[in-house]
Nanobody
Framework: QVQLVESGGGLVQAGGSLRLSCAAS????????INWHRQAPGKEREFVAA????????YYAASVKGRFTISRDNAKNTVYLQMNSLKPEDTAIYYC??????WGQGTQVTVSS
């Protein structure tokens, strides 16, 4: 059974960048789809981006397309979310999970104006 752990969150000014990591343990990714979601205070959790491990197909929410990039590192069994041109509305807890999998603790991203 795979376990995912998010890291890389922090406080950044608007226009800045952060890179989030989603590291897997327990088994290696194979045919999985790994998703990033986020939940802002008082709002529902929403989809951000996803990547298909085999083939590398990527998917993005309209609100982050062109600013965020999801990628994978096969050797490290890790998925990344590079976030550029951050906006205050990107402030949220960011979670990664396999499609249909369980939610982890997430990592806090705070963007100041």
């Amino acid at each position: 059974q795979v376990q995912l752990v998010e890291s890389g969150g922090g406080l950044v000014q608007a226009g800045g960048s952060l890179r989030l990591s989603c590291a897997a343990s327990g088994r290696t990714f194979s045919s999985d789809v790994i998703n990033w979601h986020r939940q802002a205070p008082g709002k529902e959790r929403e989809f951000v981006a996803a990547i298909r491990w085999s083939g590398g197909n990527t998917y993005y929410a309209a609100s982050v397309k062109g600013r965020f990039t999801i990628s994978r590192d096969n050797a490290k069994n890790t998925v990344y979310l590079q976030m550029n041109s951050l906006k205050p509305e990107d402030t949220a807890i960011y979670y990664c999970r396999l499609t249909g999998g369980s939610w982890g603790q997430g990592t806090q991203v705070t963007v100041s104006s």
